[in-house]
């Protein structure tokens, strides 16, 4: 396992509009771990994920000032085409190409960046990223349909599988679990451990559960209203909290 620095932040301001939304953010955020980005709603969770894969360059009238670095490369001076190549991204509501089917679902980003140089190794990569969304066994018959056949939870880990294809050192999830049922939020969870633990990758998730951020996380880092208040091992501040505003949502009063 690695112990070097994956994201690096520095003072890092975003505004849309005019109106700030993160105001001098700092972290930084080892190799291969989980890091749980939570708080309540409207503290910026969101946006930060979106500007450590440029996502935030489509939103009109954004200003993003400040240093964001990962793997030691400054993602704000570089191709946000090829910022997004280095991560994978999942985001809220599964988001499956509906005219693709289940195997080309996955396949889609590994043609298109030349991942995968035959059909065999299209293959390998394709049972791969969905063994490691944990839906290999409940598609391996049935790659040729299209995903809307799939529940919901399956349509999410169908998307993870897809980030995963692309085989980013960085994952990036949006509140992944907030739309679907307790069955596949707990095979959503034991998927990003497996990959920490089997493929040294390094996870950024969103959530607006704490019970869900110490029962996966390495670290967190807690947000409100754009201002990082807290960060730190989960195991420390889920124990002993530093800042009320950690302590309150902990108790699920935010």
């Known amino acids: 396992m690695s112990y070097g620095i994956a994201v690096e932040v520095k003072n890092l301001n975003v505004s849309i509009a005019g109106k700030p939304i993160l105001k001098d953010v700092n ?18 969770k969101t946006t930060l994920l979106r500007v450590l894969n440029r996502l935030i360059d489509l939103i009109e009238g954004v200003e993003v000032k400040g240093s964001v670095k990962i793997f030691g490369r400054n993602i704000l001076e570089t191709d946000p085409y090829e910022v997004r ?14 005219h693709l089917s289940i195997y080309d679902n996955v396949a889609l980003g ?18 791969w990223a969905l063994e490691k969304a944990m839906l290999w066994d409940e598609v391996k018959d049935r790659l040729r349909d299209p995903p809307w056949k799939l529940s919901g939870g ?9 980030a995963l294809a692309l085989k980013p050192r960085l994952l990036l999830l949006d509140e992944p679990t907030a ?12 998927a990003l451990r ?13 959530t607006h559960m704490p019970h869900q951020a110490i029962r996966i996380s390495d670290y967190i880092i ?3 209203e754009g201002v990082v208040v807290e960060v730190g091992p989960t195991e420390e501040i889920a124990i002993n909290p530093k800042h009320e505003l950690t302590s309150r949502f902990l108790r699920g009063e935010m």
Do not use: H, W
């Open 85 to 98: 190549r280095m991560s994978g991204m999942v985001f809220q509501i599964p988001n499956p190409f509906p």
């Open 110 to 127: 590994a043609k298109i960046n030349g991942i995968a140089k035959s059909k065999r190794e299209l293959d390998e990569l394709v049972k």
């Open 27 to 44: 972290v930084k955020i080892p190799e291969s771990t989980i890091t749980a980005i939570m708080g309540p709603s409207g503290s910026g």
């Open 179 to 190: 739309n679907i049922d307790p069955v596949n939020t707990l095979k959503i969870e034991e």
């Open 194 to 206: 497996n990959l920490k633990k089997e493929e040294d990758m390094t996870i950024i998730l969103v």
């Open 154 to 162: 399956q349509q999410q880990r169908l998307c993870l599988a897809r």
């Open 222 to 224: 807690m947000l409100y």
